[in-house]
């Protein structure tokens, strides 16, 4: 071969390399929806900050098979909102992943968008049982459906709380109080459903208001039902009015367990201070006892927990645990295993996995449900493995007390003190 063939062989070669070695380089854009605005943006910011730190995790391994992860921000402050701004990335900003949401009613409507303009969903933290039972094909629901929440908070009651306030299960008396919209009526009915399964008595049973601005007349009919035990559903907002109102009241009761959302934010200790000591919450585990994970997932967890207290002075909570650990399955257990990482594809391999126990930081394994689960054969993609279970505010911060496998502490403060002496 002479000289110029060589040289034109040698220009044909880079030419063929370049395109491929330009497309390894390219960024695997992911679309995020959460609330970085309006009431819920605290829990939204820590959702973010905790992806963030899953994402430059895999970034500093080397990305997802050589390719960097860039995330693309869409503002879902309510649902609308959160429609037109899945909406806005897809067709707009050629998104053909997105994930979030936290709230259920959020995550209701990002994966209706999401689904109707041919995106893959990987919902973190939204709840609602509706989420995976409307036939979409693209839409994974990672953590634990409302109905979990519930279940966690009646087991806990019956086989813990019980104990501690020296009551039978037939002789306590439990109220039930929720918030009136997706995600409170879905973890209510969820309560009442499981709890006349398993014989415990409901003495009071009431949905409010999310947007109420006094509760007065609901702290008044718990005043006068005296229950040893409340399970309150509620989001930031409404869950800081009935503090304060509680204390002002003072109603006590033996045991306060919420449910997420509101009594899981930092808004709530930051509105009111060490009161929030000792209220257990219904919720994604914040931490799990290490014995529960896989060596390897031990790692992962030190590093996100440094990385994350290092940042915002705090350990997460269990809805920022959960988003971590629902991104890092996305960027360890999905997309590698990609060639394209288009939607149809990166469901087939979404469908595939079948992980223990113990194989996500917060606990959780992922087997996702697929119009086969004998519960509900309408069901596909709710994730059947993921971990709930319940933790307490402390002064230090929080800790998981049930059930006892994923607990790092044992309950305190049972029966809780008067207000008078907090």
Known sequence: MGPILRLSALFVGLALAFPMMANAQEPIKIGVLLPFTGPLAKNGIENWEAIQIARDMINERGGVNGHKIVYVQGDATTPNAAISETERLINKEGIKITTGSFASPIAIA???????????????TGAAEVITRRGFKNTFQVGAPARKYGQAAVDFTMNDLAKRLNKSVGDLKVALLWENR?????VGDGIRAYAQT????LVFDEGYDQTATDMTPIVQKL???APDVLIAISFPNDAILFQRKAKELDFNVGAFVGVSAGYSSADLRDSIGDSVVGIFVADFPPKVNEDVLKPEVKKVAEEFYKRYEAKLKRPPAGHAAAGFSAIWALFTEV???????????????ALKLDLP?????????????????????KDAGQNLRASIGVWQ???????????????TH???????PKWSAR
Do not use: C
């Open 110 to 124: 990002v994966s209706q968008a999401a689904e109707r303009n041919g995106a893959f969903h990987w919902e973190t």
């Open 182 to 186: 997706a995600f409170g009526k879905s």
């Open 198 to 201: 398993k014989g415990l008595k």
């Open 223 to 225: 005043k006068d039902v």
């Open 335 to 349: 997309l590698p295993k990609a060639k394209t990482y288009q939607p149809d594809e990166l469901r087939d391999i």
């Open 357 to 377: 126990e113990g194989s996500l930081v917060n606990g959780s394994g992922i087997k996702f449900t697929h119009f086969d689960w004998a519960d509900d054969p």
């Open 393 to 407: 505010w402390t002064k230090q911060g929080n800790e998981q007390v049930y059930p006892p496998n994923l607990a």
């Open 410 to 416: 044992e309950a305190i403060m049972v029966p809780m």
